[in-house]
């Protein structure tokens, strides 16, 4: 069903010309077979696990129905969210989070299988082995009791990792000021104590209204920082005015040096006119640049550096570069801003006294992949 419905989409959307069509086309086959196969694997275990009764029969149909409802909400946000002037409703409080927790759950249910899956099939030439060492043939009876017990366990197994999602979902937008000390080796006594805010990935638009965008900046403000600093992603990837309020919040934020930022990967629709509001709301973006500002009778140099598209290693070389273009380092104590965190990786050792980023919201982890830069990273 899903399929069809996304085919029939991407034929309309080809019909006007729309310049997803071809991203949509690449996750029919990589993302929504996978999201498909879950949920015909759940419909069916659900099926094996319930009595079959006229009442469950129906109760199936209520739920499947729902399915292709909440279906029917993530692809129409899918297919709006660049457009200039996206459907209220779809955007609305209780709207807004339906479609990306919906295929969010799926992936995690379609993982749950894989992981059940793999110990079945590990467990099942395991005992194969051990049979075959043992020459021990012994077949125990079938038991339809406990056939029904497994595949209950199944059914919550492959669920588990989508409930406890499901948990913390409530906790996007519980903000909170988390306050932190930072011992630098070669930092001068003169900004021992100097107060820094760093905020990162607002991504106004959706849920990230504008109440919840000035208790952000109340909360900025309570910190009593001197310094604020932004690591990009202050933009959804929707074109139009759904980010007045994000200008609206961050001029109401008080700090005496001022805020600075840099640009993430979400924040090139537009990125001068997102440059151009962002300089009247009181924040200065560096981009790939470096300046010097007075702290405390103190020189400190501040850099940011633009999201780099990542891929074929181009990343690899463009902070480098960047950081090169900079000119040799000298004595004064420098921070750099730079939205990715995986940009440490190929950052020159000594290039700065502390580098902030973003782009994980907190809770996304990477393997590093670069073990020659593992070591002294707090060099950096």
Request: proline letters at 6%.
């Given at each position: 069903?899903?399929?069809?419905?996304?085919?029939l989409?991407?034929?309309?959307?080809?019909?006007?010309?729309?310049?997803?069509?071809l991203?949509l086309?690449?996750l029919?086959?990589?993302?929504?077979?996978?999201?498909?196969?879950?949920r015909?694997?759940?419909?069916?275990a659900?099926e094996?696990?319930?009595?079959?009764?006229?009442?469950?029969?129906?109760?199936?149909?209520?739920?499947?129905?729902?399915?292709v409802?909440?279906?029917v909400?993530?692809i129409a946000?899918?297919?709006?969210?660049?457009?200039?002037?996206?459907?209220?409703?779809?955007?609305?409080t209780?709207?807004?989070?339906?479609?990306?927790?919906?295929?969010?759950?799926?992936?995690l249910?379609?993982?749950?299988?894989?992981?059940?899956?793999?110990a079945?099939?590990?467990?099942?030439?395991?005992?194969?082995?051990?049979h075959?060492?043992?020459?021990?043939?012994?077949?125990a009876?079938v038991?339809p009791e406990?056939?029904?017990?497994?595949q209950?366990?199944?059914?919550?197994?492959?669920?588990a990792?989508?409930?406890?999602?499901?948990?913390?979902?409530?906790?996007?937008?519980?903000?909170?000021?988390?306050?932190?000390?930072?011992?630098?080796?070669?930092?001068?006594?003169?900004?021992?104590?100097?107060?820094?805010?760093?905020?990162?990935?607002?991504?106004?638009?959706?849920?990230?209204?504008?109440?919840?965008?000035?208790?952000?900046?109340?909360?900025?403000?309570s910190?009593?920082?001197?310094l604020?600093?932004?690591?990009?992603?202050?933009?959804?990837h929707?074109?139009?005015?759904?980010?007045?309020?994000?200008?609206?919040?961050?001029?109401?934020?008080?700090?005496?040096?001022?805020?600075w930022?840099?640009?993430?990967?979400h924040?090139?629709?537009?990125?001068?006119?997102?440059?151009?509001?962002?300089?009247?709301?009181?924040?200065?973006t560096l981009r790939?640049?470096?300046?010097?500002?007075s702290?405390h009778?103190?020189?400190?140099?501040?850099?940011g550096i633009?999201?780099?598209?990542?891929?074929?290693?181009?990343?690899?070389?463009?902070y480098p570069?960047?950081?090169?273009?900079?000119?040799?380092?000298g004595?004064?104590?420098?921070?750099?801003l730079?939205h990715?965190?995986r940009?440490?990786?190929?950052?020159?050792?000594?290039?700065?006294?502390?580098?902030?980023?973003?782009?994980?919201?907190?809770?996304?982890v990477g393997?590093?992949?670069?073990?020659?830069?593992?070591?002294?990273?707090?060099?950096?």
């Amino acid at each position: 069903m899903l399929q069809g419905i996304l085919v029939l989409a991407v034929l309309v959307s080809g019909m006007g010309g729309y310049r997803r069509v071809l991203f949509l086309l690449c996750l029919l086959p990589i993302a929504f077979t996978p999201f498909s196969s879950a949920r015909l694997r759940l419909h069916r275990a659900l099926e094996r696990a319930l009595t079959s009764t006229p009442h469950t029969a129906a109760l199936l149909s209520i739920l499947a129905g729902f399915g292709v409802m909440l279906d029917v909400v993530m692809i129409a946000q899918l297919l709006t969210a660049r457009l200039g002037s996206p459907v209220p409703i779809l955007y609305s409080t209780g709207i807004a989070w339906l479609g990306p927790i919906w295929f969010s759950a799926h992936a995690l249910l379609f993982l749950g299988y894989v992981v059940i899956d793999v110990a079945r099939w590990s467990g099942y030439w395991l005992t194969q082995a051990l049979h075959r060492w043992c020459s021990f043939s012994y077949e125990a009876p079938v038991s339809p009791e406990r056939r029904r017990f497994l595949q209950q366990v199944g059914v919550l197994g492959a669920g588990a990792p989508f409930l406890l999602s499901l948990s913390g979902v409530k906790l996007t937008y519980d903000f909170r000021v988390e306050e932190r000390e930072l011992i630098l080796p070669h930092w001068p006594p003169s900004l021992d104590g100097l107060r820094v805010a760093h905020l990162s990935d607002i991504h106004v638009g959706g849920a990230m209204n504008r109440d919840r965008l000035l208790r952000m900046a109340a909360l900025t403000n309570s910190a009593r920082p001197e310094l604020v600093v932004h690591t990009g992603d202050f933009l959804t990837h929707r074109e139009g005015d759904f980010d007045l309020p994000l200008y609206e919040a961050l001029a109401r934020i008080t700090a005496p040096y001022g805020q600075w930022a840099c640009l993430g990967n979400h924040d090139f629709d537009l990125p001068e006119r997102l440059v151009s509001r962002l300089r009247q709301a009181g924040v200065t973006t560096l981009r790939n640049t470096l300046t010097t500002l007075s702290l405390h009778g103190q020189s400190l140099e501040l850099g940011g550096i633009d999201f780099q598209v990542r891929g074929l290693g181009r990343e690899t070389q463009s902070y480098p570069r960047i950081v090169q273009s900079f000119g040799p380092r000298g004595p004064l104590p420098r921070v750099l801003l730079i939205h990715d965190p995986r940009a440490f990786a190929t950052l020159p050792r000594g290039c700065a006294d502390l580098v902030l980023s973003g782009h994980t919201h907190g809770g996304q982890v990477g393997i590093q992949l670069y073990g020659e830069h593992t070591k002294n990273w707090g060099e950096r």
